[in-house]
């Protein structure tokens, strides 16, 4: 439920069949395509089947249960899967990661807004900041002498 108080059956209780693009509800009733929205797909049971379920309380209160299921869900599932079997990559990860992005947004974009506009503005802004990151920390790690017979 979007209440989060733990009362009724979460998703990992239905089980999701690709080959039919249909949920199962613990009951054995299925959820079919209801609409699609940006992104995602909602499944709908029938109000007949949750009017009559003896789960019903246990899975919601509304007249029939809903269930949406994103796009990339598949890919979503197993980059949870892999955190959970190796919680050191996402630490590992964080430690590369955060520090050029956290000096990208202090050093070069000042307040961290954009001073072009549009998105084809905004993402020349950052390619070239991320381009000026790359060249300072190059001549940090390597010196300027050793860059410049590089590119030269």
Known sequence: NNQGDGQ????SAFHYDDSSDCYQCPAGKQLLLKQHNRGSRVYAA??????QCPLK???????RRLLTHHAHEAAFE???????????MMSRRRSIVEHPFGNLKQWIMGNGR??????????????????AYNLKRAIKVLGAQRMIELLT
């Open 8 to 11: 009724c059956f979460d998703r």
């Open 78 to 88: 197993r980059m949870t899967r892999r955190m959970s079997e190796h919680p050191e």
């Open 46 to 51: 029938q109000v007949e089947d949750c009017t």
């Open 57 to 63: 309380a246990q899975c919601t209160r509304a007249n």
């Open 114 to 131: 954009f001073l072009m506009r549009h998105f084809s503005g905004a993402r020349a802004e950052m390619s070239l900041a991320v381009q």
